[in-house]
């Protein structure tokens, strides 16, 4: 059977460094978004980046895409096996990329899809953060590919609310490290989207945005998310 690739993508820092490092090596059937009513996934602790944002990056990275809607908080992973099951069968999918890095959680959950689906699991990002240890060298590796993260929302008692909007970069790194919190944020910390990379063909440019802190999906925890009023598209 011929290599047929799909990954899921996010937006974020992670998902974006696995879709450049497996585009360098073969090319990749589609990538996988997963969507929801409410406008953000279970596959994070926090919510997620404007859906207009999101639109507006899978324009720039022109490349093929599909959508998977998951409607159900409790039946989340058996939705999104369901559906994924669907792609696999549909297009004789053999192997699946993923953003996951050291935490059982996440890495926990790509195993467990890919065993259910019969694919093959690549997981680039994961390469090079096998611990928590390993944060400031992953995301080290990852700028170094001109990847240009935001941050998109913090949770709140780990990081401040004015950390929300700004760059990842090797500032950004070292006060992350004077905070004493995970570099890669593995346990919510903080949550990035990507407005610039080698393989988009524009970058996205926040002109106007607000801060609100709203109650994550646990209904337990806060975060301070970016609500953008106003974005454009440089070229």
């Known amino acids: 059977m011929p290599k047929k690739t799909i990954i899921?993508?996010?937006?974020?820092?992670?998902?974006?460094?696995s879709l450049i490092e497996i585009c360098e090596v073969e090319s990749i059937e589609y990538i996988v978004i997963i969507k929801s009513p409410?406008?953000?996934?279970?596959?994070?602790?926090?919510?997620?980046?404007?859906?207009?944002?999101?639109?507006?990056?899978?324009?720039l990275l022109e490349l093929p895409y599909k959508e998977i809607i998951i409607g159900s908080d409790k039946k989340y992973l058996r939705e999104l096996f369901l559906q994924l099951n669907n792609l696999v069968q549909q297009d004789s999918i053999t192997h699946l990329v993923t953003g996951d890095l050291w935490h059982p959680y996440t890495s926990g959950i790509g195993e467990?899809?890919?065993?259910?689906?019969?694919?093959e699991l690549i997981r680039p990002t994961r390469e090079i953060c096998q611990t928590k240890n390993d944060g400031i060298k992953c995301l080290t590796k990852i700028l170094s590919k001109g990847i240009t993260p935001l941050i998109i929302s913090v949770r709140q008692g780990d990081l401040p609310e004015n950390f929300v909007g700004r760059e990842i970069n090797e500032q950004f790194i070292?006060?992350?490290?004077s905070k004493n919190t995970d570099i890669m944020a593995e346990g919510g910390e903080y949550q990035s989207f990507v407005v610039s990379a080698p393989n988009m063909k524009g970058?996205?440019?926040?002109?106007?945005?607000?801060i609100r802190l709203v109650v994550g999906k646990n209904g337990k925890e806060k975060f301070y998310r970016m609500f953008v009023n106003k974005f454009h598209v440089e070229k």
Request: hydrophobic share 40%.
């Open 112 to 119: 467990m899809l890919a065993g259910a689906l019969g694919v």
């Open 174 to 177: 070292n006060e992350l490290i």
């Open 38 to 59: 409410t406008g953000d996934t279970q596959l994070h602790a926090g919510p997620e980046v404007d859906e207009k944002l999101r639109e507006a990056q899978i324009k």
């Open 203 to 210: 970058k996205i440019v926040i002109d106007d945005f607000d």
């Open 8 to 17: 899921l993508f996010s937006g974020g820092k992670d998902s974006f460094y």
